[in-house]
């Protein structure tokens, strides 16, 4: 979760550390043990939040990006496969380009929309869990998720 908030894989592990550590600290002021994952990953993206808000200094770039042109790559890896044949350099391109252009659409997202859109829909964490770590209703987990959803397919449209 820290590397996708941050966008680098160093920054990242630093804040997990911090949170970890965090968590160590106060686990005595944790009332309910069930709940030890959405309290954790509380701890852990408010460490994100607050590294990003006082000590992200000028942008890196990251292990997720190149990832992120890896995975544009793979695309069409499952269809091709089944199709019997391998994409073309176009399609290629394009499935890289797509990758780039929705990184970048993510991350200028606001992060009150960028947040729970990354845990539910990369982190496959459940609304409610979010809603929990965020400490909001489903409802507004929920409306988070549709409205980043809404920006991505404007932004992405000419690409779609």
Known sequence: MAVRLLRNVDDAVEVAQEGFLRAWQGLGQLKEPARFGPWLMRIVANQAFNYR???LRDPKISLTAAQGEQEGEQLFSLESQLAGKEPSPEEQIGAVELARALQEAIDE???NLRV??????IEKLP?????D??????????????EARRRLR????KLL
């Not at 770590?133 to 549709?146: A, D, E, G, L, Y």
């Open 53 to 55: 808000r006082h000590y």
């Open 109 to 111: 997202l606001p992060e």
């Open 116 to 121: 729970p859109l990354v845990l539910f829909s």
């Open 127 to 131: 609304q409610k869990e979010i809603a």
């Open 133 to 146: 770590i965020m400490k909001c209703s489903i409802q507004t987990v929920k409306w988070s998720i549709f």
């Open 154 to 157: 404007k932004r992405l449209k």
